[in-house]
């Protein structure tokens, strides 16, 4: 669980975000919603201590992030970037990266480290590629075995910067319905999404930036039915009969 209170991040002391407080909570998804250049990739990267905060404090699992050594808060949470290089390196050597925070001086996985690695595979259905090499794989393929990755790494919380960029809309659907099975097994799953829709049907909670602050946070029925979301984005938000939400001019 992270617990963001009266935060301001921002670069060369100029904020992007002031006073911004909400809870992703366990066991749920948090979505970051806004539009371009608003601030959600830099909220995400102060929550992953990738960007100093400037004011305020975040505290996981009811500690401050800063309080953390590397190792432990690699150990507690993990972190995909958006933009990411594709190494050449077999699927299973990806993920096992993620058992490196729990490595000592030898850098030797041990028995229960590779009985993660082989976890995080199943988990996420890319076991079946372990030995092939990750740039054969397609965009949405990568996408699960980074999330492999992350599972390896354990902790309680996943941080994800539009992971569903660049894939096609199957597997956008299919990673999303993955990390609901995540949140599903009680992890904080806390992800910047671009596509307004899919963020409200794939989250719990969905914090919404406008103008520098947090302009809501609260269920995505609750932003539904209070219209907010029409004024910030410039459009008109529907449900369908069935419950999934679609956007229109």
Not at 128 to 148: F, P
Request: hydrophobic share 45%.
């Amino acid at each position: 669980m992270f617990e963001l209170q009266h935060v301001a991040v921002g670069y060369d002391a100029q904020p992007v975000l002031r006073d911004v407080s909400f809870t992703a909570q366990d066991g749920q998804i948090t979505a970051l919603v806004g539009t371009n250049g608003c601030g959600k990739t830099t909220l995400l990267k102060a929550i992953a201590r990738q960007l100093p905060l400037q004011q305020g404090q975040i505290l996981l699992q009811g500690r401050s992030i800063q309080s953390f050594d590397r190792k432990e808060f690699a150990r507690a949470t993990a972190f995909m970037p958006q933009v990411r290089n594709i190494p050449e390196i077999t699927v299973r050597g990806l993920v096992s990266h993620g058992r490196f925070p729990y490595l000592g001086l030898s850098r030797q996985m041990t028995t229960k480290d590779r009985v993660a690695v082989e976890k995080a595979m199943q988990a996420t259905g890319v076991a079946r590629w372990a030995d092939r090499d990750l740039r054969e794989l397609s965009g949405g393929e990568r996408q699960r075995v980074y999330l492999a990755m992350a599972l390896a790494q354990g902790g309680d919380t996943i941080l994800l910067d539009e992971p569903a960029t660049y894939l096609d809309v199957a597997a956008q659907f299919e990673l999303l319905e993955l990390l609901q099975g995540l949140a599903g097994q009680g992890k904080a799953v806390l992800l910047v999404l671009h596509d307004l829709a899919q963020a409200l049907q794939y989250s719990d909670r969905v914090a919404v930036l406008a103008q520098g602050k947090l302009a809501a946070f609260d269920t995505p029925a609750n932003l539904f039915s209070s219209r907010i979301l029409d004024g910030i984005f410039g459009v008109t938000l529907c449900r369908a009969p069935e419950g999934t939400y679609y956007l229109r001019r």
